[in-house]
């Protein structure tokens, strides 16, 4: 049902800024749409009645008017009249009701029906004349006044950085002490219940799975499924609607930003997992839900010679062309609104090479580069890379530019390699200890370029890990013919769930090896959440359209030891800067300590490595030395940093092996920190021991601290 446009006057307002814009007497519309013919804005009330009003100013390819007395509040959307050839790439279908790109809230969600699809679904020329509006999310205008109430970021530095990688319903929908109406919401995030396991952690930022709105997939909606992870999105500007406790008409704008406060209280920082990649319209097949019909060959990445057809470097259907100023405008945009107005303080950027892609190649001097670095805002937050995509040449581990920290995927493949015991020697694993300077010194960055994971939301959990070699995928509705085959790991000699003890046990020390390893290592650790309460999928390795107990964190099944073990491993490398180095290690001699090196590795034989030991492939044990008195950063005014020093030791193999702890002037004594042979990984008394031969247990990773003769 539409009502008369007369009930509304319309202004011609502005084209600039594009979104909807509410000054405190009326709200000014701008929509960008190059191949346009006209645009009608569709305002609806409460009850759902349709008002259509026809955008008679058009500049610059924005088509804009000014409506006085319509504020927040107020659902809108867009129709956009044009032409309509797919096999030219014209997509335009009035019936359509679009989402504003710019929207900065998002109310009602997507229905599964014909009428959300820009062409004859069930075949048939032409246009599909239904109208979508009764099955499509609205845009919301919206204030945004916040009492941000002098709010800082904590700006960590990078090398003090423990990222916490998370979901926002996940985290709390089961969390006891998060009252009921909180739970799985940005304001449960932000309970102090939640707030306090991560302070008692020691993580210093939470990387948020997508929270820009998002909608399900077709195909999983007739599968009766939804996308839970949520890199499906549809609006940049507005955070999830589904993730707010307090309402959808705006609510959900001032309780995101309620919850990055109180985590910057607790001296947590907010980084998102971005999609600006490819959008939730998906391929040819897929649903006209706002950019398709707004300005289809504008914001996409059409295929050449077949322009019907999508670009597609994402495996989701299409790629955004940010090749286009009008597409990178509004990644930009978008990037600064999350900044300026939602104080988050980084960005993950998911399949970051499409975005980098200039025609068919990734481009390291691309626009999309130079745009970021040049940005006043954008440039000064945490900038995170997933560096490859899906395309010919996508892996681009090691090739972003100065700025850029990456998801180290080497480094996961290295430590679960050499955990899982695959014959791969020590050589690559040195480097992932170190912080990859084989990837990222030789363009000037630093090992914090480096982000070091075992496990990410995208696979097995790492309980999953030690206990599935074969992945059990069919709840996702694919045959089990999704999700990873290859997952570079061990069962631990038993497939699935076991009563067995020793295999119980041993499984547990390897969780804790990997987390160990990861924790020990330079670099930025990022832990994925529910791995330090030994949180399990049941062998599903693709849970992204699991919203249900298989990927929810179990608050009432928590390994309180494995949670005390990382909470210890991540307070004392908080505490020990040699463990969280700013500078890429040299291995020089070090002057006045009788020729200790800052790096030094050391073979089973007490002998440091040859060249030989380097290529052996079947060496699984390596001792790495880290003096404290070798450390290259100085502190903020200018003093040498100075630290204990460390002894690493690291033996992978299936049997115990005897180890040489070297002696003057390396040490005069070792005492035990942690060890992945205990619980908690504190040693049930002190232990000193002294150089010298030494049994070291199967699959073990000890930390020693050097101990000096005044």
């Known amino acids: 049902m539409h009502s008369s446009p007369d009930e509304y006057e319309v202004w011609p307002g502005s084209p600039a800024p594009l979104g909807a814009h509410w000054d405190g007497t009326g709200t000014d519309f701008a929509l960008w749409s190059?191949?346009?013919?006209a645009v009608d804005l569709c305002l609806f009330d409460d009850d759902g009645t349709e008002h259509r009003l026809r955008l008679r100013e058009n500049t610059h390819q924005v088509w804009h008017g000014r409506l006085p007395g319509v504020g927040p509040g107020q659902r809108y959307g867009y129709r956009v009249h044009g032409g309509w050839d797919p096999s030219s790439g014209l997509r335009h279908n009035p019936a359509k009701l679009l989402l504003d790109p710019y929207a900065r809230a998002v109310d009602g969600d997507q229905a599964l029906h014909p009428a959300l699809f820009g062409f004859r679904y069930e075949g048939g020329e032409g246009p599909d004349p239904r109208d979508s509006a009764p099955y499509v999310p609205r845009?919301?205008?919206?204030?945004?006044?916040f009492p941000w109430d002098g709010d800082r970021s904590p700006t960590t530095p990078w090398s003090d950085t423990v990222i916490y990688e998370v979901h926002v319903k996940g985290a709390t929908i089961r969390h006891p002490d998060v009252p009921p109406a909180l739970r799985g919401t940005y304001a449960g995030l932000a309970h102090p219940a939640f707030v306090e396991h991560l302070q008692s952690l020691g993580v210093t930022a939470v990387e948020l799975l997508p929270v820009h709105h998002f909608v399900s997939e077709p195909h999983l909606l007739r599968r009766g499924l939804s996308n839970y992870w949520g890199y499906n999105t549809l609006g940049y500007f507005a955070p999830h609607a589904a993730y707010s406790s307090s309402g959808t008409a705006g609510q959900q704008v001032t309780e995101f930003k309620a919850m990055v406060k109180s985590?910057?209280?607790?001296?947590?920082?907010?980084?998102?997992?971005?999609?600006?990649?490819?959008?939730?319209?998906?391929?040819?097949?897929?649903?006209?839900?706002?950019?398709?019909?707004i300005d289809n060959g504008g914001y996409y990445r059409l295929r050449e010679g077949d322009p019907s057809r999508y670009q597609d470097?994402?495996?989701?259907?299409?790629?955004?062309?940010?090749?286009?100023?009008?597409?990178l405008a509004l990644l930009m945009d978008s990037l600064r609104y999350w900044v300026t107005e939602m104080h988050v303080d980084g960005f993950r950027f998911d399949l970051a090479a499409a975005l980098a892609r200039s025609l068919h190649d990734v481009d390291r001097l691309s626009a999309f580069f130079d745009v970021i670095h040049q940005d006043p805002v954008v440039s000064?937050?945490?900038?995170?890379?997933e560096p490859w995509d899906v395309g010919p040449g996508g892996y681009q581990v090691g090739n972003f530019p100065p700025l850029w920290t990456e998801w180290n995927g080497q480094y996961r493949d290295t430590v679960r390699d050499v955990w899982s015991g695959a014959r791969v020697g020590v050589r690559d694993l040195a480097y992932r200890l170190t912080g990859s300077s084989d990837l990222y010194r030789s363009d000037g960055r630093r090992p914090f370029a480096s982000v070091n994971f075992v496990t990410a939301h995208d696979g097995f959990p790492l309980a999953d890990l030690v206990t599935y070699e074969h992945k059990l995928n069919e709840a996702n509705g694919e045959d089990n013919r999704d999700g990873e085959s290859h997952n570079r790991n061990w069962n631990c000699g038993v497939e699935g769930p076991t009563d067995d003890p020793q295999v119980t046990a041993l499984r547990a020390r390897q969780v804790r090896n990997h987390l160990a390893t990861l924790l020990l290592s330079t670099g930025v650790p990022m832990l994925t959440a529910g791995d330090e309460l030994g949180r399990t999928q049941g062998g599903n390795n693709n849970a992204y359209c699991q919203d249900n107990e298989i990927?929810?964190?179990?608050?009432?099944?928590?390994?309180?030891?494995?949670?005390?073990?990382?909470?210890?491993l991540v307070r004392l490398r908080r505490d020990s800067p040699v463990l969280r180095q700013e500078a890429f290690f040299e291995g020089h001699e070090l002057p006045g300590t009788g020729g200790t090196r800052d790096l030094a590795w050391f073979a089973p034989g007490g002998a440091q490595l040859d060249t030989a030991d380097w290529f052996d492939t079947g060496l699984q044990t390596i001792g790495m030395y880290l003096d404290g008195r070798g450390i290259r950063h100085r502190d903020q005014r200018g003093r040498p940093v100075q630290d204990d020093s460390y002894l690493v030791q690291l033996h992978a193999g299936a049997e115990p092996v005897t180890v040489h702890l070297p002696g003057a002037p390396w040490?005069?004594?070792y005492e035990f920190v942690v060890s992945t042979e205990w619980a908690t990984g504190a040693p049930p008394r002190p232990a000193v021991v002294a150089p010298g031969p030494i049994e070291v247990p199967p699959r073990c990773v000890w930390l020693l601290r050097v101990l000096r003769r005044p």
């Open 34 to 37: 190059a191949g346009a013919h």
């Open 667 to 669: 040490a005069d004594g």
């Open 313 to 327: 470097y994402t495996g989701c259907g299409n790629t955004l062309d940010v090749r286009r100023p009008q597409v």
């Open 263 to 293: 985590l910057h209280a607790a001296g947590i920082e907010v980084v998102l997992d971005v999609v600006y990649n490819h959008t939730a319209e998906g391929d040819h097949t897929g649903p006209t839900l706002s950019f398709k019909g």
């Open 551 to 568: 990927s929810w964190l179990d608050w009432a099944d928590v390994d309180e030891d494995l949670r005390a073990f990382v909470a210890r």
């Open 139 to 145: 845009g919301v205008v919206v204030h945004d006044s």
């Open 380 to 385: 000064r937050v945490k900038l995170i890379a």
